[in-house]
């Protein structure tokens, strides 16, 4: 028991009452304080709840934690916080409408309520800990105009200015991870909860694979290699995936054209978003043609997700546009039917589907008035058969693990994310506006889903596709676009030359 | 068989609660208990009179499991039952006086359509400028009520009455009763009619399927291209065309003319129903029979002992609490 | 006149600084009508065997703010939807109040207080003053303090204050006690202006309250305009009753299609704004 004065999970079981998914079957865990740790393993794994458990947020079904010794009871994010334990997750909570300094203040450890905030000496506190750390912030600043890596910031300003311990980082993006490394060397524990195994190897000093819910082991990083890891994480049969990622498309489609098929999507100056964040564009002009992917990469709160919803024609009350032309089929953005146009959106839980609703009822959605579903085309009656038939038709192509009548909810992300897939691919559209769909997925899946989407790309169907995933742009597209702040930087053929690094430049 | 004993736990803790209350303001409680339990079923007269009431609050519970569906609170039906009954029972007055099976359809549609209107007025200032419904339909039908009061006693009274009342309808606008000498007449047909035609609509027909999903969802349903006007206007459109018809219906079988507060309670009733029944149209039949059963037999306890006509009241509050507190589903997920 | 609008106004005000706490916490408390009620049973039955106005105006908000506060509590507890058990609130405590008087004082309608109280304005002039007072004190805590930041953070996101260490709940909770306090207040001065309970003595005030905080754009300030609007109107349906002899059965529900109206014109005034 080297280990005797750091953390302790011990025999952790955690069942989810919604979907039965046991998240956590038996994980017992020693993590030494003033180190680097890494949770790796595939969507599903575990690793957020293990974590989510530590940090107060989650109650386990059973087990024990003890933290420097003593038994440990946590009950709340409140709990883990004063014993100095803190987790920063990768769906940030925030309050848009207050401040850089009113998110501090939640976030500490003695509120005094009655006493008057005293803006002067908290700013001084903020400057003191961006100098340190050589990050800047306006104290007044309010959260909802910050980007994504900012708001990640104020999250991390908020655990520090707590004096946090143990600081528990999920998917953390880069500036994050560098100011992760300058808390390590004062003697922090930082726990990082990654999909990336280089991630993994560069920055840990010890990893930790878990396995649908089962701990895999736990290694020094300096001891492993990259296809050992792999090869923990994803079981023998399927590392070779995960090391090679979807690359292996790339050979047969260097031969990229020069010129696009008959252009399908056109888009001639597009300008427009959310009028009231940073969430727009400007002047957008491209085109997709026949049988191609062409990925426009961008960062979701400065402009991709306005581009997103303004070529879908989604959410009109908040994207407007305000001048250009949007053409999909020579019509406008959601003049369409569901045939011809199929979309896949960014948020699978709120705009995809319904989740107390079940599989059929969300799979019919776009067809629904659809006269193939009615007990007779006079009668707009739904037939219980008609229903049932396209919902197993589904659920057997995409190999979907649950049935017609289970709720959306009781299907786990992949799945979810598979039904909704399948709801756009199925009557064969011959354009498919799809957005950050292999997210949070694990590789198995994600191939699955290009899989189909690549069925009906060879027989002509132009697919535009939005992410913020370079890596997957490269790994899927045959053109990329890519944009910075609001704007197309350029269009660029994806050939072998073309890297992440290069790409990444042009976008930040 | 876990379904099972959830409605037997809910039964006997329903079964303590009153006799509880019983306990605490009856000076022989187990009597009381008795005539509650067995009043509503010791005469035809009692018995008839259960059906009536029940088949109100059906439809009623019908129309406000519409608009809860749709994620919409209705709290105007109050005066969407009282202000269209009085608009439907003018009009049958002025109809002819042998006006027949005709007269009843004018009166009743006329009562609908008012109905219907007034709960319109609220969807559309919900659409159009974000006043919270549950807002704007209990101002509204507040002052309507008072409107209808004063319309009733002064306007339209009926001087020979000593009642507060307009005059009554011909008796050719009375619907075939079933079981005499109760009040007790087809409406209890009618409202399982409405009842299984609405649940027929939400789950197996489009126009349903797309309320219940904006309801649940707003982000899916505009992704689905559903309209939010329609969906906002049309449920408390329906919810106010089954107000209308509770409305009308307790005037041509019970009331034969508009009395001031004749209908007073059953707006909130219909609430309490859709709650009970999970806002699933058919089972509001079951979360009526409960509910007048209720009445019925604070009526019959009344009779024999100190029981007042408010215990009904607090019984009715105690089940709202007790459905919407879950006490059940938590301790099933314990067990 | 001003002395007869300032009883009709401040139970609607006390009533709406409540409810507009719990909004601002987000969650809007349904009740208040009811605890209106509670508030005033509370104080007569004080007044009757205790004979002091001072306990029984304290007692009065106290109790309503802890059945508040209980409510809200239990609702939470077990994952209730606080609309419905608000509504529920509202259905009994008139049942609960009437089987009480039944059985203590052995009459289900008017309750009089027999003995002697302090003058209508000294009644009306110190439920003003404690109405500014709470007004201002708690709209400095409001804006100025971390306790009103927690609010107004539990408001706009429940779990990005929980994942902060902080308790949404407990802050929602502790907003329903103050709400109930008030609804206390509002309901003693009730049955102190009118000397007695009266059954369903809040005559739908709560519920005016509630629309008040709409009324006002849910904002401080536009509280105050929405319970003057109130009063105006007040004074107008009054002034028309006198001059056209018309029965006040008619006005019973004026305040209400007044206040409906205000709502559909600031409904407007909001729409050309945004556009």
Partial sequence: MKNHEGIQLQHIHKTYASNQVHACDDISLSLELGLKHIIVGENGAGKSTIMKILSGDIRPDSGKIFYRGAPVSLTHPEDALNLGIGMIHQVLHFFPELTVREHLILGMKDLKPLKKIDSESIDAHIAQICKTYNISFSPDEKVEHLDAVSRQLTALLALISRNVEVFILDEPPQEVLMIAQRLNEEGKTIIVITHNINDAISFGDEVTVLRGGTLQGSYETSTITREFLANRIMGDHDSQMLLSGGKKRLSHQSDSRDLIGNPLVILEHVSGGDLDSQDQVEDISLEVGQGETLAVVGIRDNGLKALESLVAGYKQSTYRQTSGRIRILGKRARESSYDEVGYIPSERLSTGGAVSMSVIENLIMPWRRDRALFRSSRIPIYSSKRLNKVAKDVIRDFSIKGSTQDSLLSLSGGNIQKLITARALHHEPQVLICADISWGLDIKTREALFNAIEVLKSRGMAVLFFTSEVNTAIDEADRIAILRRGRLVSIIKNTEKVTAQSIGEMML | MSRLLHSLYLIVLFIVIIFTILLLISPEPVMAFEDFVTGPFSNIYNTGNLFAIAAILIICGTGVSISFQAGLFNLGGEAQIYSSALVGTLVGLALPEGSGFFGILVVIIISMITGAAIATISGFLRYRYHIHELISSFLLSGGLLSLTDFLISNTFRDSKSFLQTTSKLPESFYLPSILPPSNLTITILIACTVACILWFWLYKMAGGYEMRVFGLNKDFAEFGNISSRRYTILPLMINGACFGLAGALMILSTQHAAIVGFSAGYGWNGIVIALIAANNPIMTIPAAFLLAWVETGTRTAMAGSSVSLEMSEVIRGMILLMITLRFFKNRRSRS | ?275
């Fill in chain 3, 1 to 275: 006149m001003i002395q007869s609008l300032m009883i009709y106004s401040l139970p609607i005000f006390l009533a709406a600084l409540g409810g507009y706490l719990t909004d601002k916490a987000g969650i809007l408390n349904i009740a208040i009508e009811g605890l209106i009620l509670c508030g005033a049973f509370i104080t007569f039955i004080f007044i009757y065997f205790l004979d002091s106005i001072f306990i029984a105006v304290i007692m009065a908000a106290v109790l309503t703010g802890l059945l508040s506060a209980g409510f809200a509590g239990l609702t939470m507890r077990f994952k209730g939807n606080i609309f419905i058990t608000g509504l529920a609130m509202n259905l009994l405590i008139p049942g609960v109040i009437t089987l009480i008087s039944k059985r203590v004082f052995l009459t289900g309608g008017v309750l009089q207080i027999t003995s002697t109280i302090v003058t209508t304005e000294t009644l009306v002039l110190g439920f003003l003053f404690l109405s500014c007072m709470i007004y201002l004190i708690s709209i400095y805590l409001l804006k100025n303090t971390q306790a009103g930041l927690l609010v107004r953070a539990t408001g706009l996101n429940r779990r990005a204050l929980e994942v902060r260490g902080g308790n949404p709940s407990r802050v929602q909770v502790l907003t329903f006690l103050f709400s109930g306090f008030m609804c206390g207040l509002s309901g003693a001065m009730l049955t102190l202006t009118v000397h007695a309970y009266v059954p369903n003595i809040s005559s739908g005030k709560g519920w005016l309250a509630l629309a008040a905080i709409y009324l006002g754009n849910q904002k401080a300030t536009g509280l105050i305009y929405a319970v003057l609007f109130f009063a105006i109107a007040e004074v107008l349906a009054n002034l028309a009753q006198g001059t056209f002899d018309l029965p006040s059965s008619l006005f019973v529900g004026f305040p209400y299609l007044v206040t409906f109206i205000g709502l559909i014109i600031r409904g407007m005034i909001d729409r050309t704004r945004r556009s």
